[in-house]
């Protein structure tokens, strides 16, 4: 069958292929030790649910504006004035189909065949796969786990070329929790601007920071406007991932077109869902730092269980729900002095069949060597999983 090049240029996203193996097993009443998903476990809050109901009952059920109802893009921008300090205006703001369809949107709508887009390494799945899509070459910027895997201005700076168009800035990071600093942003903006290239803030994760960070938007930054598209998503501040609601903030004529693609491919995001992210950015907050609380806890214990195994290593992350450890030493020498595996993809298939336990592959981020494993499950479901890995990684008969 022909498909086009299009299509071949891209692969499904590697972590939705876990989790759908892992969902496999669980089907056959296996007991899975899961690290794999990338979403809160907590439900959405009740007056959230509620208002969704509502929608539901007063037939709020139709069309909307492509864009998005406007006391929605009114909230957004007010929610993430007040939250984040920026100053939008609703011509200013789409609602997308979730924050990747915003991410997909924009660069569509900016990226020509041909065109670089600097991405910092370890980075989130569908980066390079929304690039590409669109014609794009992604470049890679490398970050260390001793700058805790937040990008420097002067890497930026290096790796920009005269096609460079974007940089995709994702703080806190999927998946290694990077957390750029407010004056390091600030001088990337500065990079930005300086050789005339986009700086898109992915900011799903910005309530989710630990102490000493605070949530924090490129676009709080004097004269940032011009150079600047935020993307968000209320899906993991406010624990509403199957709802598909996410936003775009960005100059009118980047907001027009992301609408004029959007009209012709999803049209308006689902009414009710949109009810319901209106309740979201309208009500109280007091949802957010209980789940935070939670985060942090779970972050200390998977940590510190995972630097207990001998020949693991791993980064405090600095914000979001994963933690990234560095395993590569067991792809050079096991605990019977052979390697386990010879890359971490086939070594997170040992785990799910032999420890039954999931986790996706630090491949899939451009970081070979690393695992990433959600904490977004409960402390015993960590603890578990922990026995589980202490046992894989120092038992000798584990070995291949
Ligand atoms: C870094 C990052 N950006 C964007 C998204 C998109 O989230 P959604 O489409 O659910 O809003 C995710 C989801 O995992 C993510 O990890």
Redesign the pocket.
């Known amino acids: 069958m022909h498909l086009t090049e299009r299509i071949n240029r891209i692969q499904a996203s590697p972590?939705a292929a876990v989790i759908a193996e892992a969902e496999k097993l669980k089907l056959r009443g296996v007991d899975v030790a899961d690290f794999g998903p990338?979403?809160p476990d907590f439900p959405t809050p009740d007056h959230i649910k509620k208002a969704a109901i509502k929608a539901i009952e007063e037939n709020k059920t139709k069309y909307t504006a492509t864009p998005g109802i406007m006391p929605l893009r009114e909230a957004i921008c007010a929610w993430h004035k007040r939250e984040l300090g920026s100053n939008y205006e609703p011509k200013e703001c789409v609602v997308n189909?979730?924050?990747?369809?915003?991410?997909f949107n924009a660069v569509s709508v900016l990226i020509e065949h041909g065109d670089e887009v600097l991405i910092p390494a370890p980075y989130?799945v569908?980066?390079p796969d929304i690039v590409k899509y669109a014609g794009g070459t992604p470049v890679y910027v490398a970050t260390t786990p001793e700058d805790g895997f937040a990008v420097k201005a002067s890497a930026i700076e290096k790796a920009i070329t005269p096609k460079t168009r974007l940089l995709i800035l994702?703080s806190p990071?999927?998946p290694a929790g990077g957390v750029v600093p407010p004056e390091e942003f600030e001088r990337i903006l500065a990079v930005c601007k300086k050789h005339n290239i986009w700086l898109m803030g992915?900011e799903?994760?910005s309530h989710f920071v630990y102490a000493p960070h605070k949530p924090y938007s490129i676009a709080s930054a004097k004269d940032s406007k011009a150079n600047v598209i935020i993307?968000?998503?209320?899906?993991?501040t406010f624990a509403m991932?199957g709802w598909?609601?996410?936003y775009t903030l960005a100059p009118e004529a980047v907001v027009a077109a992301s609408n004029k693609l959007q009209s012709q491919s999803t049209s308006n995001p689902t009414s009710i869902a949109q009810y319901a992210a209106l309740a979201a950015m309208t009500g109280p907050m007091d949802a957010v730092p209980p789940m935070l609380a939670e985060y942090e806890k779970r972050r200390k214990r998977i940590v510190e269980g995972l630097r207990n195994i001998p020949g693991v290593t791993c980064e405090w992350p600095g914000g979001?729900f994963y933690a990234f450890p560095n395993i590569s030493s067991f792809l050079t020498n096991g605990p019977n002095g052979h390697a386990l595996a010879k890359n971490c993809t086939e070594l997170s298939r040992q785990l799910l069949d032999r420890a039954q336990v999931a986790v996706v592959p630090g491949e899939a981020f451009g970081a070979p060597g690393y695992l990433r494993l959600s904490y977004a499950t409960s402390i015993e479901r960590i603890d578990e999983g922990l026995r589980r890995l202490e046992k894989f990684f120092t038992r000798v008969e584990a070995a291949v």
């Open positions: 972590t990338g979403e189909v979730g924050g990747k369809h915003a991410i989130w569908s980066f994702n990071s999927n992915d799903c994760y993307v968000g998503s209320v899906s993991k991932t598909r609601i996410g979001a």
